[in-house]
């Protein structure tokens, strides 16, 4: 029998939660607090925050939202410090100092300007394919769980994924280094290198 939602979701108390309003510079501090839990040892947590506005889950906001909060709006064909620029740039430009500037100019941003906004969601007792739906519609690799209004989980795509190793027996199938795969000129022609006969 297949498993459900509440089979594989992760409970919401495992995740911290930040206010829509909160800064960025806030969500930055509390993503690496969740992400890298104890200073000098390797990061294991959650790299993603839940964000609540009014007691509703609204969002979430994780590594992929702060670095498109810091990418230059140029290279999406918006307006940066009073210059419009054609999306058809082709190549775009970075200058040492960049970075700086757009990571401090980003800090003072809302988290709910930057956050992924919850725009699907899951109960504990739906089936997986429904996941697998929501995660492909909204674009995202994880979806709140929600039964009655309250939040009790999320399910992300790491653990579909799992699920879907675990049909097909992923242990079993063949794994090839990068050596096996690129042939070298002689063994891809079938002919003698040069020189021999």
Known sequence: ??????????????????SADASLKEAVTLIKRSFCPEEGKPCTGHSTLLV????????????????????PQYLRGKT???????TAWAVPVFW?????????????KK?????????FQVSPEDALIKAVY???KQKSFLLPVLEDGRVLGIVRSMEVFHEICELVSCEDAPVY????????KKDTSGLPASGQK
């Open 177 to 184: 280094s990068l050596d096996s795969i690129i042939k070298t």
């Open 80 to 86: 940066y410090r009073g210059w419009t620029v054609d």
């Open 134 to 136: 929501g995660m492909g």
């Open 1 to 18: 029998m297949e498993k459900r939602i509440k089979d594989i979701m992760i409970s919401a108390g495992e995740y911290l939660a930040i």
């Open 111 to 119: 988290v709910r300007d930057i956050m992924t906004a919850v725009e």
């Open 96 to 108: 040492e100092g960049l970075f700086t500037d757009r990571a401090h100019e980003a800090f003072d």
């Open 52 to 71: 609540y506005d009014n007691n509703i889950l609204v969002g979430f906001i994780g590594l992929d939202d702060v670095l498109k909060a810091v990418e």
